[in-house]
Each structure stands twice: as structure tokens, then as C-alpha cells.
């Protein structure tokens, strides 16, 4: 996995990258009440607002870490927005976005580069 000064991480799997929130994010963040996906077939460019997160405490947005085309999103959330606080590096990934480079994850930081950033 790597991850965004955003807190976002994401993880390779063949030319699609997955994307979610850190623990870090989604305790900051406190009880999510609401996620706004895109739709898929989406094309969107590094830094695009794609997802919008709302909580008890505050509204989020999170942006496309790559260029790329969503391939699928996590209609789970929708219905179980909660599912960010309960699992956000697994169950609660947000979109699949299939890059031209995948290659260019690994401009992000690793977990140990992250966990220094935030503490």
C-alpha cells in the first residue's frame, strides 16, 4: 500500500488501483453518515474532487490521486456509510480506477513515511 499527504492509501492490483481513507482519516473524521461516489466509467484527472464524505463532525472531500478512468465503485458504502469507521483499509474502499501508469503509485509514501507524517 502507499499513501497520500491526503490520507488516502492505495493498493495495486494489476493496472487498477484501489483507493480508500486511512484509520488515521476516518477517526478524525468520527461517525460517517454519508458517501457521494462517482459514477464508473468516469474519467477523471490527478487532484479532480471525487468523492464527497460527510460525518457528525464534518464534510470531506476526496480526489483522484491519479489520472485514470473509475472502474468500479463500492455501492456498499451507500447503504452502510458506517463501514468507513469499522473497516477503512479494507471493506471501505472507495473506487477502482484503472491509470495509464501504475508505476506513479509509487510516488506516494510507504506505511512507515506515513505513520512518521501523522504522529
Known sequence: MRYTEDH???RVDGDVV????????????GDVVFV???????????????????????????????EGEIVEVNSDLEDNPGLVNEDPT???WFFKMKVDDVALVDEYMREDEYKAMVE
Not at 457521494?36 to 490521486?65: C, F, H, N, Q, R
Open 36 to 66: 457521494e461516489l462517482p459514477e464508473a466509467e468516469t474519467k477523471v484527472a490527478k487532484g479532480d474532487e471525487i468523492v464527497v464524505i460527510e460525518s457528525v463532525k464534518a464534510a470531506s472531500d476526496i480526489v483522484a490521486p491519479l
Open 18 to 29: 484501489v483507493v480508500g481513507i486511512t484509520e488515521h482519516a476516518s477517526t478524525q473524521l
Open 90 to 92: 479494507g471493506a471501505a
Open 8 to 10: 488516502e492509501w492505495l
